[in-house]
């Protein structure tokens, strides 16, 4: 004869909330019941599943939930309770009810932000320092660091200087200075949130493939907790000071830290389809600001910017942006290839064979080289439609490395706010 478990006498048993199981599955969903309520009832049938059982109507439930056993369906139960309270905040107050109004105008200041942004982006040309500034933001994530901000990431302290005045962030004061008439229009957002709904729009702008992102990043609040220098990759050697033997290694090192695999280091470096080196940054280019830094791709008076060539003689060639419109903004630097105001595929086109005015780095020249990298170069040279589905995928992640969101499921621009919200401080 089996062993029955002791059941807690009705004299031992603390009265239970004012709250009946059923009355727990058919609320929850319709919001009749405050999440403090649903709190305690949940808390109580947790630890006394019995009556937990005895209390819950058979036939609001499938057959599979009522095992036969009495043990069974007492667990069974508890996996039930456990599922609700996982839905609810552990400490729900009356702040929550307001949150989800928080949201809603958060998500619009997102929308009218993005909108601006777009605007300004179309007029200034400046769709590859805002993705730069990005990159950086987030580039400095540590996966082996488990307290925050100590681990880096997107939390916006490339505002202040000790992490601007990183060597590899040089020029990127301009891109703050950009985004600072936005963060005051919309003191409401994050410069997290801001930093990285920049490069979203600005990859967008220039005809890639539109970001599902998420927003709610917590700021950093002081200098002191910016990230040490040397999380980024370097473009050429010395590679870590020397510690990475090769482009491919230190490659590696940098982008496994942030939890990237080699699939996507390859889409994410795909980026460079757009943007400029130049020598007075990086320090891997010999072109600089102006007109007389200029390749004949990177001019007001290049052929591709439409403007008169450079080089007489010189055919005319397609402008630099997607959609078709003259302008480059600021004239001067080196790009990776030819239309790079045009987030395509053509940074893997290698157009760098047949164009020696065009940049190509060690770290490029290993991504087609390195037999672990080479699959995916070639993949995304061949299909663009690949390229844009693993960079959207791999940028997402990017933008949330070392993200504290709050609410901690994080808030979609498209997306009403989520009935059930855990908030975090």
Not at 284 to 310: L, Q, R
Request: aromatic letters at 8%.
């Amino acid at each position: 004869m089996p062993v029955q478990t002791p059941r807690t006498s009705r004299a031992s048993t603390p009265r239970p909330p004012a709250v009946r199981a059923s009355d727990i599955h058919s609320a929850r969903d319709s919001g009749a019941l405050s999440a403090a309520r649903l709190y305690d009832a949940a808390k109580y049938r947790t630890r006394h599943p019995h009556s937990y059982l005895r209390s819950t109507r058979v036939s609001s439930m499938s057959p599979t939930d009522v095992p036969a056993c009495p043990h069974a369906a007492a667990a069974a139960a508890r996996r039930r309770v456990a599922d609700l309270a996982r839905t609810i905040a552990p400490h729900p107050t009356a702040a929550e009810v307001a949150g989800v109004g928080e949201v809603y105008v958060y998500q619009e200041d997102l929308k009218k932000c993005r909108a601006d942004l777009r605007a300004f982006i179309d007029e200034v040309n400046c769709h590859p320092i805002l993705l730069r500034l990005a990159w950086h933001d987030a580039g400095t994530f540590d996966n082996t660091i488990g307290t925050w901000p100590q681990c880096g990431g997107a939390n916006g302290s490339i505002r202040f200087d000790p992490e601007m005045d990183h060597g590899a962030n040089a020029g990127l004061k301009k891109a703050i200075g950009y985004l600072k008439q936005f963060n005051e229009k919309y003191p409401n957002l994050s410069w997290a949130d801001l930093i990285q709904l920049a490069g979203a729009t600005a990859i967008e702008c220039a005809g890639g493939p539109k970001m599902y992102m998420r927003y709610g990043r917590v700021d950093t609040a002081t200098p002191t907790q910016c990230p040490k220098e040397g999380n980024l990759p370097d473009a050429e050697a010395p590679y870590h000071d020397g510690a990475d033997p090769d482009a491919a290694t230190h490659l590696r090192r940098v982008f496994y830290r942030m939890g990237f695999d080699d699939r996507e280091i390859v889409a994410l470096s795909g980026a460079h389809t757009i943007g400029r080196a130049f020598k007075e940054r990086s320090g891997v280019s010999t072109h600089g600001y102006g007109e007389s830094g200029a390749t004949k791709f990177s001019g007001k008076g290049c052929p591709v910017a439409g403007g008169m060539s450079k080089q007489s003689g010189c055919p005319a060639a397609n402008v630099v942006r997607a959609d078709g419109v003259p302008g480059l903004g600021m004239p001067g630097g080196q790009p990776w290839t030819k239309r790079w105001l045009t987030f395509d595929n053509s940074y893997f086109k290698k157009e760098y064979t047949d164009e020696p005015e065009l940049l190509w780095m060690s770290t490029d020249r290993a991504l087609h080289e390195d037999p672990g990298f080479k699959p995916h170069f070639d993949l995304y040279a061949d299909d663009q439609k690949a390229f844009h589905r693993d960079f959207a995928a791999a940028f997402v992640k990017l933008s949330e490395c070392g993200a504290r969101l709050r609410p901690i499921n994080g808030i979609k621009i498209n997306e009403d706010p989520p009935r059930r919200m855990v908030w975090r401080g």
